[in-house]
């Protein structure tokens, strides 16, 4: 896949360049597109980009006792 970086419009806050990937992340962590165009911001895109982090292990989801 050909990742092109898209630099968003040019202030002297916003010097960062995003993929469509990242972008498309950020639009989809929003509830509307009246969100995204509102919310719009380098942090918010930073922050919808952020790895999910489980707190939970997996192992723990099952943990039950049968009694015969």
Known sequence: MIMKRIKLIHTYKMQNTFT?????KYILSQDSLGD???NLSVSKILEANEPEEDDED???D?????KI
């Open 58 to 60: 997996d192992e723990d």
């Open 20 to 24: 469509i990937d990242e972008i498309r």
């Open 36 to 38: 995204v165009l509102y």
């Open 62 to 66: 099952f943990d039950f006792t049968i």
